[in-house]
């Protein structure tokens, strides 16, 4: 085989050719003023605008004769220049040329002049291609500031403009349509030969995907054969090739990511059958067989001398403190440390209430880490992790963020994990002390497919797919607030039966921003005026921990019949004889803050009801949400709905924007490709070679897109 020339031919030696890399203000054409103006749009590089992708395709592929037009009707046709004229004076000039195809006759205008360029170039006797809605002006069709190419003498429909599926661009200032199409073109011209696919190449060939160049040339300027709807759509086979590409390189990172965990060392946790035993024994509960088997798997995780990477994922409900306990025990009579981290210092706190009162029973030191423990305080707990003197620590991400150490940390748990990214649990990795601590990760919103599979991707899955016996689907009401008065009726008739109910507001004061309705106030208002009969009790934020925690006690001996509250009582409050819950402003809240609200009242095998009251005007999104609300219990559903509705970055909170976005794929769009990636990738991780030469990209795109992110000591 005659290898390629290296050297440029001599015409073009004295050219200078700019590779992928160098600024796009080398292309012919563009210079400072422009290139400042792709900038602007993100478009820095050669490749950034090979990348910058159309996001619509218009399908110019057949002209239609002048005489076949209709108006209202989009169409492409051509015909000869036979009158240009100019009305009107200065800057409301107007411009109009007339053209024929000898079929009939069509008016082209622009309300303003345009540009010199084509002016000059609209002349008698040239054939020009037009493209527009066509209007109809009295008896004459017309289109108004048509896209418009003007042929040279001889020139053939061939341009990027017509004849063609044509692009349509995203475009930055000074750019038209046409000379964005010619850029890309040029771009596209130049020798592409660093344009390197991430994916190895018996993968593309295995799933027939197109290569990166190829695809990108298809994307940019489509075959005549394509087909537009699915461009349109975004799901050629071109688009997906990307897609998959984008994904592949996410998946590797987290299969290595994952393999390097499982190539630290970790404290094997076994011991401790007797403390599990006695804690059994003070349940007044069985272990649903969802629970023991589980409990099974993360044992045998926690036996191993790797450390776990498991995410527990069960519906509200379904029981995972107990889970998490029996786990914490065991690493705990092994003589380590557990930790156990809440994304919200309230939410840490209500943990804590709801066991550290199981922990004292059973001999064990336990301590609540938030913001709120200052002083002295603080420095004590702090001291007794740092001596191993303490067992148990509760809190917030700051038990791993801050200057938080632990003598031998064997397990870490965290809790309603939203805001937890992959981010925060690789710097968990940081607090074992050469050993890594098992990390178990609890969610009660289960988590959409897709955000498994990348957010999440680097954890083992449990899944507690089974309610303790006689759990009842909480029956759900949507109210206007006008109806509120039959919420109210309710709650008396089963307060009246002994049981207790639950009132949630969304904010503690008044914002005068919001105007919502204040706990405080109404607190005030429901107990003179609603339920003068009842014993009532307020719970919110800006209480002392003892405060809460003696609220929640009379409420869980049923001395507070109505509990009056905000979202405090999200996670943490556990009293099975509440079967009713009133949430005020519900279109103020999250899908799975409701969710979690809802299965408040799902504790028990009473019959259990949920008022939400909406009070107007309501977002599209907002009125979803309720919607869904009240036809599912399902935590999955709910968490589609919700994943739908906010989009991931939303959806997994602030932590998670740490993840660098996809450029082209979504999420939720593209779940199959993510699906085929993921596979191929962590099979590549098992049998493949990763160190494989032509593999360099890939290792290079790792490192630079994810390694930071990841913590990845080395990829490859
Ligand atoms: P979640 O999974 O939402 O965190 P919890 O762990 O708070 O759920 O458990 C919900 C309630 O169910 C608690 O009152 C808990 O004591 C109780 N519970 C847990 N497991 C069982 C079981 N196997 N049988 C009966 N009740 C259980
Ligand atoms: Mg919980």
């Excluded at 993100?42 to 218009?58: A, N, V």
């Excluded at 002016?119 to 008896?139: F, L, N, P, W």
């Excluded at 069985?286 to 776990?308: K, Y």
């Excluded at 507690?464 to 009726?489: C, F, I, M, S, Y």
Aim: proline share 5%.
């Amino acid at each position: 085989m005659i290898p390629e020339p290296t050297l440029p031919s001599p015409k073009s030696a004295d050219k200078y050719q700019p590779g992928l890399k160098d600024s796009a203000r080398y292309l012919k054409g563009v210079g400072p003023r422009l290139g400042e103006r792709l900038l602007q749009k993100g478009i820095g590089s050669i490749q950034d605008l090979i990348y910058h992708l159309p996001f619509r395709y218009e399908d110019r592929r057949e002209t239609t004769q002048i005489s076949r037009l209709r108006p209202g009707i989009k169409a492409v046709t051509t015909g000869k220049v036979i009158a240009v004229s100019k009305s009107g004076r200065w800057r409301r000039q107007a411009f109009q040329a007339v053209i024929d195809d000898g079929t009939g006759a069509l008016t082209l205008k622009w309300f303003h002049l345009p540009g010199n360029y084509l002016q000059q170039k609209i002349q008698k006797g040239r054939v020009v291609v037009a493209s527009q809605t066509v209007r109809e002006y009295g008896d004459l069709l017309e289109m108004d500031h048509p896209e418009l190419e003007v042929l040279e003498e001889g020139e053939e429909l061939d341009s990027l403009s017509f004849g063609r599926i044509v692009p349509i661009y995203s475009l930055p200032e000074g750019f038209s349509q046409k000379t964005f199409r010619a850029l890309t073109n040029q771009a596209l011209s130049l020798n592409l030969d660093q344009l390197l696919d991430f994916v190895p190449a018996e993968l593309l060939e295995q799933r027939h995907w197109l290569d990166l160049k190829g695809a990108l040339h298809n994307l940019h300027f489509p075959g005549m054969d394509a087909d537009l709807h699915a461009l349109n759509e975004h799901r050629t086979l071109a688009h997906r090739s990307l897609y998959y590409q984008e994904f592949f390189v996410l998946e590797m990172a987290l299969a290595l990511s994952r393999r390097g965990l499982s190539e630290s060392p970790a404290k094997p946790i076994s011991g401790g059958d007797a403390q599990i035993q006695k804690f059994r024994s003070l349940l007044h509960f069985q272990l649903t067989a969802a629970q023991e088997r589980v409990l099974l798997e993360i044992e045998d995780d926690l036996a191993r001398p790797r450390p776990m990477h498991r995410l527990l994922q069960g519906d509200v409900g379904s029981g995972k403190t107990v889970i998490a306990l029996f786990c914490a025990l065991r690493a705990i009579a092994g003589g380590l440390q557990a930790a156990m981290m809440a994304p919200s210092e309230v939410l840490a706190e209500q943990h804590w209430l709801n066991i550290h009162r199981g922990l004292d029973q059973m001999g064990i030191s336990s301590a609540l880490l938030t913001s709120g423990v200052r002083g002295p305080e603080r420095e004590k707990v702090l001291n007794q992790a740092r001596t191993g003197e303490l067992s148990f620590l509760v809190g917030t991400q700051a038990l791993i963020q801050e200057k938080v150490e632990f003598a031998k940390l064997g397990l870490a748990i965290i809790d309603e994990q939203h805001r937890f990214g992959v981010a925060e649990r690789s710097r968990l990795k940081a607090k074992g002390k050469g050993e890594t601590p098992h990390i178990l990760v609890m969610t009660a919103t289960p988590i959409p497919r897709s955000l498994a599979m990348t957010a999440f991707g680097d954890l083992d899955i449990s899944i507690l797919d089974q309610l303790p016996p006689g759990r009842k689907p909480v029956e759900t009401k949507l109210l206007k607030a006008r109806e509120v008065n039959a919420a109210w009726r309710e709650l008396k008739k089963r307060v009246g039966q002994g049981e207790q109910a639950y009132v949630v507001y969304p904010l503690v004061e008044e914002s005068e921003r919001m105007e919502l309705q204040d706990a405080t106030q109404k607190f005030q208002e429901l107990s003179r005026q609603v339920f003068p009969e009842y014993r009532l009790g307020l719970l919110h934020g800006r209480l002392k921990p003892e405060e809460k925690e003696a609220v929640m006690e009379k409420f869980r001996v049923c001395e507070i019949q109505i509990l009056i509250a905000t979202t405090v009582i999200e996670v943490g409050i556990d009293v099975a004889n509440a079967t009713a819950m009133v949430i005020e402003h519900a279109e103020r809240f999250g899908l799975s803050q409701l969710h979690q609200l809802r299965g408040r009242v799902a504790r028990s095998d009473k019959s259990a009801i949920c008022f939400l009251v909406a009070h107007p005007p309501l977002t599209d999104p907002a009125r979803e949400r309720l919607k869904v609300m009240t036809e599912t219990t399902d935590g999955f559903k709910i968490s589609e709905t919700d994943l739908r509705l906010r989009g991931p970055g939303e959806f997994l909170g602030t932590a998670q924007s740490g993840m660098p976005p996809f450029r082209f794929a979504d999420l939720i769009r593209d779940l199959k490709e993510l699906s085929a990636a993921r596979n191929d990738a962590f099979q590549w991780i098992e049998t493949g070679n990763i160190n494989r030469p032509d593999l360099a990209p890939l290792r290079k795109e790792i490192r630079q897109k994810y390694g930071k992110f990841l913590h990845l000591a080395r990829a490859g």
